[in-house]
């Protein structure tokens, strides 16, 4: 899988080797799902601030905050195209994933993974909408992320039930 890289606030550039953690995270993922994809894949992850993403929130979502995380899926499974297949984007603040980091205890890069996955999982339809829906979500996600030596992100000072604030798609 090709995954693009944009980045559009400078304090991403003091993360070591933001390229190579997020790729460990997409790969993880991708025994989930690689049997649905019709051949080459391709998926874009742009590195924003809270303004950034607050744009995006209120012109796709009429949520005029920052979130950490939203995933815009763009390929549906079925579909058929000749060469490579954009699965979507995935966009991420650098000021909410420190400020969570940081409220629930956690390494910054084991968040980053966190919401990485979370918002993969989105591009391919996993939904948190309902009680069911988010209990699936997270036991996809824990797994997948234990899978790459992160612990539990439901586990400890993140509760269950902020779903709310944890990654959203926005169609």
Not at 6 to 19: F, R, T, V, Y
Request: with cysteine; hydrophobic share 40%; glycine share 8%.
């Amino acid at each position: 899988m090709q995954v693009d890289i944009s980045i559009d606030c400078e304090d991403w550039n003091g993360i070591p080797d933001l390229e190579a953690l997020a790729r460990t995270a997409v790969d993880a993922c991708l025994p989930l799902v690689e049997d649905r994809l019709p051949g080459r894949a391709e998926l874009s992850l742009a590195f924003v601030g809270d303004a950034g993403i607050q744009k995006l929130n209120r012109e796709f979502r009429n949520m005029d905050k920052a979130t950490n995380v939203l995933s815009f899926p763009l390929w549906t499974q079925g579909a058929c195209a000749a060469g490579a297949v954009m699965l979507g984007d995935i966009v991420l603040s650098y000021q909410t994933v420190l400020r969570e980091s940081r409220e629930q205890d956690k390494l910054f890069e084991d968040h980053l993974r966190h919401l990485i996955v979370h918002g993969f999982l989105h591009l391919f339809g996993y939904d948190h909408e309902t009680d069911g829906q988010a209990e699936d979500m997270e036991a996809l996600e824990t797994e997948i992320l234990s899978g790459i030596g992160v612990a539990d992100p439901y586990d400890g000072s993140l509760q269950r039930g902020t779903r709310e604030q944890t990654g959203h798609t926005a169609k």
